[in-house]
């Protein structure tokens, strides 16, 4: 079994950072891509960034220039370092990885973590 674990949200000012990690565990045998997803109030879930195993990149253009996504293949972790935060950057941030584990090539899902940016 393949578990995601989100960690780092947390309530911040406008213009402040916070640094998000996502960790796969389990039985893994290879990670493609692992990206990050979000959830605002009232809203449907969209695309924030994704990588590649071989760190090509993606990002929504409302993030772009504010956000980086990188990764760590020795810990299986993504990371999305989040500056220059606004309002509506607040929202549940979904981890998400597609990877080739014992039940052959699958995508998951963790359980989110909230970040509010808020004064």
């Known amino acids: 079994q393949v578990q995601l674990v989100e960690s780092g949200g947390g309530l911040v000012q406008p213009g402040g950072s916070l640094r998000l990690s996502c960790a796969a565990s389990?039985?893994?045998?290879?990670?493609?891509?692992m990206g990050w997803y979000r959830q605002g109030p009232g809203k449907e879930r969209d695309l924030v960034a994704t990588i590649t195993s071989g760190r090509s990149t993606q990002y929504a253009d409302s993030v772009k220039g504010r956000f980086t996504i990188s990764r760590d293949n020795s810990k299986n972790t993504v990371y999305l370092q989040m500056n220059s935060l606004k309002p509506e950057d607040t929202a549940v941030y979904y981890c998400t990885t597609t990877l080739w584990g014992d039940l052959g090539e699958m995508d998951y899902w963790g359980k989110g973590t909230l970040v509010t940016v808020s004064s």
């Open positions: 389990g039985s893994i045998r290879s990670i493609d891509i």
